[in-house]
T-cell receptor, first 114, second 114 residues
Framework: GDSVTQMEGPVTLSEEAFLTINCTYTATGYPSLFWYVQYPGEGLQLLLKATKADDKGSNKGFEATYRKETTSFHLEKGSVQVSDSAVYFCALSDLAGGSEKLVFGKGTKLTVNP | GAGVSQSPSNKVTEKGKDVELRCDPISGHTALYWYRQRLGQGLEFLIYFQGNSAPDKSGLPSDRFSAERTGESVSTLTIQRTQQEDSAVYLC????????????FGPGTRLLVL
C-alpha cells in the first residue's frame, strides 16, 4: 500500500539556519503531497501542498517540490525562526484509490533556538 | 468561521469500558475523516465518510471500533471494551464540498485507558 517515510527527528537548529526535512513516498497512483504542521498546543494544520509532478508548494517561507522521478517532497526553508518550532508531517492522498484518506509519515520535531 | 470541533478534549477510562468520541465538522463539508495518533507515531487513518456513499472503514483496527455519521453533520467514533493500546489522540478532519479539497483538523480527543 501507499506509504510515506520522513526524516527522523528531533532536529535542533539555531535561528536563521537552513532547514531541510526529507520525505519520500511510495504510491500506486499519482498522489497529491502535503506538509502539515502541528505547533505546540495547537491542532494539525496544512502548511503547503502540491498536486502534480514538478509543482512547488510554498507558504510562510517554506517550500517543497513534487519530484516524481525520486518520489520525494522535501521541505525546505532558507532561514528558520524560533516560531517555526513544531512537529512537521509529510503526507499523501491518492484520489485514484477512491478514498481521500491521508497517509502520514511519523513526523519530525523541529526546535529552533534563539 | 467555526472550525472542526471535538469532544471531549480528554477522556480517561478503565480497561473494558466503552467510550464515545464526537466530531462536529465544518458546516458544508461533505467529507469527514477519523485518524489516530499514538505516542511517537504518525497519524493512522481509521475511517472516511463522503456524503451518502458507503464509508471507507479500511483503517479500523478491530471490530471494537465503529463510527457513524448523520447526513453531513456530526460523527461519533465508538470504541467498545477499551484496551490500553487504544490510548491515543483521536483526530477528526473534514473537507469539501467536492473531492480533493484540503482537510481541516480538529483539536483531537486525548484518550487514556487505564
Amino acid at each position: 500500500g501507499d506509504s510515506v517515510t520522513q526524516m527522523e527527528g528531533p532536529v535542533t537548529l539555531s535561528e536563521e539556519a537552513f532547514l531541510t526535512i526529507n520525505c519520500t513516498y511510495t504510491a500506486t497512483g499519482y498522489p497529491s503531497l502535503f506538509w502539515y504542521v502541528q505547533y505546540p498546543g495547537e491542532g494539525l494544520q496544512l502548511l503547503l501542498k502540491a498536486t502534480k509532478a514538478d509543482d512547488k508548494g510554498s507558504n510562510k517561507g517554506f517550500e517543497a517540490t513534487y519530484r516524481k522521478e525520486t518520489t520525494s517532497f522535501h521541505l525546505e526553508k532558507g532561514s528558520v525562526q524560533v516560531s517555526d518550532s513544531a512537529v512537521y508531517f509529510c503526507a499523501l492522498s491518492d484520489l485514484a484509490g477512491g478514498s481521500e484518506k491521508l497517509v502520514f509519515g511519523k513526523g519530525t520535531k523541529l526546535t529552533v533556538n534563539p | 468561521g467555526a472550525g472542526v470541533s471535538q469532544s471531549p478534549s480528554n477522556k480517561v477510562t478503565e480497561k473494558g469500558k466503552d467510550v464515545e468520541l464526537r466530531c462536529d465538522p465544518i458546516s458544508g463539508h461533505t467529507a469527514l475523516y477519523w485518524y489516530r495518533q499514538r505516542l511517537g507515531q504518525g497519524l493512522e487513518f481509521l475511517i472516511y465518510f463522503q456524503g451518502n456513499s458507503a464509508p471507507d472503514k479500511s483503517g479500523l483496527p478491530s471490530d471494537r471500533f465503529s463510527a457513524e455519521r448523520t447526513g453531513e453533520s456530526v460523527s461519533t467514533l465508538t470504541i467498545q471494551r477499551t484496551q490500553q493500546e487504544d490510548s491515543a489522540v483521536y483526530l477528526c478532519a473534514s473537507s469539501g464540498p467536492g473531492r480533493g479539497e484540503t482537510q481541516y483538523f480538529g483539536p483531537g480527543t486525548r484518550l487514556l485507558v487505564l
